[in-house]
């Protein structure tokens, strides 16, 4: 074991910036592309910071973003959504605006579109005991985007430890009421085996099993036709306000991928209440 300015680098996990990566993997041809759009993008926005480590648990990638501090606040797991991997918004500013302010963020494959099934619980236990040994530093905060929010339910709800905040968009939450999200039907099925959803396995059926000391903040659009607020949403805050738990939801606009629920001084203040 080698511990490298305060991360431990392992044979599952090798500690690189993130432009270094693009570098090594990418065919010549890719990495001009890489170049172009970096070079085009930094004109708008800052270049992902910090550095990475990526890994491979039980067949799925994972990934930690380590920010360029001596006294990280915590470690963030973000769960991503059904088109996601372990990568997906990582480098955005959204994210990136958490890993300036002193968070380590991790995620994982999650076995892709999931829907919060055993396997995504089994990977999230993965990934919180391998971050957790790589930094040094302790789960604090869930951060989710859409289906993201049903892994994450189901893990709490499934043994993980539950952290002290729970920060989810557009949260997916009633695997009933998905109907307008492309594929989904079909794709939630393929993920349960061709059953229906366990009562287990929708989150909003198991309120009663998430902890009241969470706190809870929830980003949340009336115009989002794919995840219906009243059923997703509205229905999980009423029930976890009804157990006496902290829960709040941000008000924004548009459908369901409309940039509005992607507010970063909202995430990262959110966050500075975790730490």
């Not at 080698?2 to 993130?18: A, E, F, P």
């Not at 270049?47 to 501090?69: E, F, H, M, N, W």
């Not at 993965?126 to 530093?137: K, S």
């Not at 366990?198 to 036709?225: C, H, K, L």
Request: proline share 5%.
């Amino acid at each position: 074991m080698v511990r490298v300015m305060g991360i431990k680098s392992t044979l599952d996990g090798v500690r690189h910036s993130w432009f270094g990566r693009a570098l090594r993997f990418r065919p010549v041809a890719v990495v001009l592309a890489v170049l172009f759009v970096f070079a085009t993008a930094s004109a708008t926005a800052d270049a992902p910071s910090g550095d990475v480590v990526y890994g491979k648990l039980k067949g799925q990638d994972v990934r930690l973003s380590i920010p360029a501090t001596a006294h990280p606040k915590g470690i963030a797991i973000f769960f991503h959504g059904q088109t996601g991997g372990v990568d997906n918004r990582m480098d955005e500013p959204w994210l990136q605006a958490l890993l300036r302010s002193g968070w380590i963020i991790g995620s994982s494959d999650f076995h892709t579109a999931s829907w919060g099934n055993a396997a995504s619980t089994d990977d999230t236990v993965q990934l919180v005991r391998w971050a957790e040994e790589q930094t040094g530093h302790r789960v604090k905060l869930f951060v989710s985007g859409s289906m993201g929010a049903s892994v994450s339910l189901n893990a709490m709800a499934h043994g993980v430890k539950a952290p002290r905040c729970w920060y989810g968009v557009k949260p997916a939450v009633d695997l009933t009421t998905m109907g307008n999200v492309p594929g989904a039907n079909r794709i939630i099925s393929e993920a349960y085996g061709g059953q229906p959803v366990p009562a287990d396995r929708n989150p909003v059926e198991n309120i009663g099993s998430y902890s009241t000391d969470t706190v809870y903040r929830m980003v949340s659009s009336f115009q989002d036709t794919w995840v219906p607020r009243t059923t997703n949403a509205g229905r999980l805050a009423e029930g976890l306000a009804a157990r006496g738990a902290e829960v709040s939801i941000l008000d924004v606009v548009g459908g369901h991928d409309d940039p509005s629920h992607f507010n970063a001084t909202d995430l990262v203040t959110f966050g500075s209440r975790c730490a």
